[in-house]
């Protein structure tokens, strides 16, 4: 199958552009908030260490929050808890942006934080469900599958590099009109960049939300709800959020490590390239998911997991090798290629897996195994680095926390699994495997 003939298919599924027009839209402000608001806070308060401690508590928020709101978004259907989570957060952004003008005390920018982070609309997880659903095995349209969650994973990748993009479009803009707000270019850009992504959120948001495919989405429908651990009791899902989480560890180091070899290299332009260096990698892996969406793998779903994930900790090692910072965005660019269809491969898993009844919860477990861990691997690469003083144990340290991952990808999946319908074709629900 050819890669226009693959596109063509995936935008033909019902509400596609929608879907996948307003997920980019919705998404930008993550590629944007982290960084706006560790410089302004910075800005404002003169501390790293309270703008990070902001961060903190939103991202402590979103990881403990996502699960609720997927199973919110699995009764209810996810068109109205996106809608209400969408204009929640984008209130409690502007007040948090209120409040750190206003230089309000550090326990209140964190209880603001904490209240805007758990409102996050999980439209991610959402989005993953639609197209499960959209692709299931009753709707005829189960090839397109592969190509649905690879674009899906792409466009995810490329929010990270138009974001920081626009975030220092904001930044060059900032300096000839701060004089005209009376504040510093510090503060303006950041503030501007917010209010810019807090738009990008609720916009996208509603507008995917309010679209057919997902007001006519309900995945728990007709079945009986669920209840305690819900997804965390299928059998295969604990094992793939342990991959999930040394792949999130490595994700969460690799940043740390990168820019204590750009510090080691020139310290004077260490920050600049750090963040070139991470937007090659991104780069490399939105082009290699919009590859992957043209491809229908025969190998089983465990053994693409295997080879991705090995491929992720071997693509670690090399990183070892780069004599230069050229170098090392092309061995980037190279090994990042993995990224994208590694999150297509965990995507199809959970489809695989998942009782339609709790998709999405199932899609929120792995977001906050994924902010979870990340801060781990960010927190203790951080600690290797200052304790060896080397970069390259940095390096060995992401490595490993991947290659952790591909020693357990390496056991079997469950031989069953369940495979979301469709709701029009009018056929009975899925059992619920897990409902208690």
Excluded at 35 to 64: C, D, N, P
Excluded at 279 to 289: D, E, F, I, K, Q
Excluded at 411 to 428: K, M, R, S, Y
Aim: with cysteine.
């Amino acid at each position: 199958m050819s890669a226009t003939s693959s596109y063509r298919d995936v935008w033909a599924l019902p509400g596609a552009p929608r879907l996948l027009g307003g997920g980019v839209v919705a998404r930008l402000g993550q590629g944007i908030t982290v960084l706006a608001w560790l410089l302004l806070i910075r800005e404002t308060t003169g501390s790293y260490a309270q703008a990070a401690t902001v961060t903190a508590a939103s991202s402590v928020a979103i990881a403990l929050a996502a699960p609720v709101a997927g199973r919110l978004a699995d009764r209810f259907g996810p068109s109205t808890v996106l809608v209400v989570c969408a204009i929640a957060h984008g209130l409690t952004q502007v007040m948090l942006l209120a409040a750190v003008l206003a230089r309000a005390p550090l326990a209140v920018l964190c209880a603001l934080a904490f209240t805007s982070g758990a409102v996050l609309p999980p439209i991610g997880p959402a989005l993953r469900a639609a197209w499960a659903v959209l692709t299931g095995a009753a709707s005829g349209r189960s090839r397109t599958r592969n190509a649905a969650m690879s674009i899906e994973s792409a466009l995810f990748e490329l929010v990270y590099v138009l974001g920081p993009l626009l975030f220092a479009g904001f930044m060059l803009l900032a300096g000839p009109l701060a004089p005209l707000t009376g504040t510093g270019p510090g503060v303006l850009g950041p503030a501007a960049s917010l209010l810019a992504a807090a738009t990008c959120t609720v916009l996208g948001t509603v507008a995917i939300a309010r679209g057919s495919t997902l007001r006519g989405l309900r995945t728990q429908g007709t079945g009986p709800r669920t209840r305690g651990l819900g997804p965390l009791r299928v059998p295969g899902i604990p094992r793939l959020l342990v991959v999930t989480a040394g792949i999130a560890v490595s994700f969460g180091a690799a940043p740390v490590a990168l820019a204590a070899w750009a510090e080691g290299q020139d310290p004077t332009t260490s920050g600049a390239v750090t963040g070139v260096l991470v937007s090659v990698w991104s780069l490399g892996s939105a082009a290699a998911g919009l590859w992957f969406a043209t491809q229908h793998p025969r190998a089983s779903l465990r053994r693409q997991l295997l080879l991705l994930t090995s491929g992720l900790a071997a693509g670690y090692g090399t990183w070892l090798l780069a004599p230069s910072a050229w170098w090392l965005g092309v061995v980037l660019v190279v090994t990042g290629a993995v990224i994208a269809p590694l999150l297509t491969v965990q995507a199809n898993i959970v489809a695989h897996l998942s009782p339609q009844g709790m998709l999405t919860e199932a899609y929120t477990w792995m977001t906050t195994t994924n902010l979870s861990a990340a801060a781990l691997g960010a927190a203790l690469t951080g600690v290797v680095v200052d304790t060896t003083g080397s970069a390259a144990w940095g390096f060995v340290a992401t490595g490993l926390a991947a290659a952790v991952a591909a020693l357990v990808a390496a056991l079997p999946l469950p031989a069953t699994g369940h495979d979301p319908q469709v709701p029009a074709t009018g056929a009975p629900p899925l059992p619920e495997a897990v409902t208690t």
